[in-house]
């Protein structure tokens, strides 16, 4: 009893000192203060600043319901992690990150080197969501070393209009600068990013309901369901009102001949336009490996419930508006498709009734 007054008077003044404190330890304008911030609910990560080389941005574990807001160029420094670290990973439910005022860049030109991520220099990825449910709105991100954001084991999340810029000097060198890959993940939205890269601009690997929507790519392998590999499960994609330029294909689902219990089922590419499409306007192919189409398609994933609707639009001379090469495919319903400009007259094999545009 005797003890009580004075507990009370600490702990008023714990209280009264508390929001200062944390206000001060909610801000981190350098890589040092990041860590400190992961106890606030409100979050403010302020450029300019560097990530020295080699260090990660550790954003997991963030208290439920947290706001954060980026501002300024964040620039990560040239280091040497290999493409099994990310150089930020983020991690929490409830998340609502605000980045319209903020600008990462992970200093992909001193990485490229024509090889991307199957050897040469080290290369980290960029962005890794884990686990991650809410929203990330406005980022700019700029010269990814290798695949820009890696979505993972995420239930919920939507990227609203998100810039990824990996245009570099060097650009040509700048291999397997995916724009998002997702995997593991159900109810991700991603609507009005803007992708310039050179490769997937969206590579679908594995998940559920998931909507692409209002997404600009520019420079890229295309809007891509796969690769798909043993195990891999699509069920439930709607892909509409994007716009594919100046890449090498525009629509397409890749799955590995030998990938045994995985599948792609109900996929919708709807009111898709397109424009200097170089190889394929549309190529749905069960004969991908990541060294190249073997021309032996194999159906350990089928792909079924496929409806492309309202997918328009031109392609240099040696282009092909549609190549199926499917070995295990069905339900194919294909309406007003319109590419032009492909001098390669379209081939659909291995499916029955062929779809209409072939
Ligand atoms: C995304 O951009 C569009 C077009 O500029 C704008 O109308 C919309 O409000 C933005 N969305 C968000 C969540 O900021
Ligand atoms: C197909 O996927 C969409 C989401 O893209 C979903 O709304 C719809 O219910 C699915 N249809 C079936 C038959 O499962
Ligand atoms: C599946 O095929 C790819 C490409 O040919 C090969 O690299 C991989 O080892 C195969 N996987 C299995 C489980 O056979």
């Known amino acids: 009893m005797k003890f009580l007054p004075i507990i009370t008077a600490f702990a008023v003044t714990a209280v009264i000192a508390a929001p200062t404190k944390e206000r001060a330890r909610c801000v981190a304008t350098s890589f040092e203060q990041i860590s400190g911030t992961k106890i606030c609910s409100t979050i403010a990560i302020r450029g300019p600043f560097t990530v020295p080389a080699n260090k990660m941005v550790d954003l997991t574990g963030l208290k439920s319901g947290t706001t954060i807001t980026i501002t300024g160029t964040i620039t990560f420094a040239k280091g040497n992690l290999d493409k099994n670290h990310d150089l930020i990973t983020i991690g929490g439910s409830n998340i609502k990150i605000d980045g319209t005022k903020g600008t990462l860049d992970g200093s992909g030109p001193q990485y490229w080197d024509g090889k991307g991520g199957n050897g040469g220099i080290n290369k980290p990825k960029f962005i890794r969501l884990r686990k991650m449910s809410g929203s990330i709105t406005g980022l700019t991100v700029l010269n990814s070393p290798v695949h820009t954001f890696a979505i993972n084991g995420c239930n919920g999340i939507t990227l609203t209009n998100i810039t990824i810029d990996n245009r570099g000097p060097k650009y040509a060198l700048g291999h397997n600068t995916d724009g998002f890959d997702v995997s593991s993940s159900s109810g991700v939205t991603i609507v009005g990013a803007k992708v310039y890269n ?6 679908l690997n594995s998940g559920t309901n998931i909507a692409f929507v209002g997404n600009y790519c520019n420079g890229g392998h295309g809007i891509s369901i796969g690769s798909i590999k043993a195990g891999a499960i699509v069920d439930g994609v709607s892909l509409t009102g994007n716009t594919v330029v100046n890449s090498a294909n525009a629509v397409r689902i890749k799955a590995y001949a030998n990938a045994t219990g995985g599948k792609v089922n109900n996929v919708t ?17 069960q004969d991908y490996t990541n060294e190249g189409a073997t021309g032996k398609p194999g159906g350990a994933a089928p792909i079924t419930n496929v409806n492309l609707y309202n997918i328009h639009g031109t392609m240099t001379k040696k282009g092909q508006s549609v190549y199926i090469l499917c070995a295990k495919c069905s339900n194919f319903n294909f309406q007003k498709i319109a590419i032009t400009g492909g001098s390669v007259a379209p081939k659909c094999a291995g499916i029955a009734p062929k779809p209409s545009g072939c």
């Open 269 to 285: 590419y709807a009111d898709t336009t397109l424009s200097g499409i170089t190889n394929y306007g549309v190529i749905i192919q």
């Open 198 to 203: 050179n490769d997937d601009c969206l590579a």
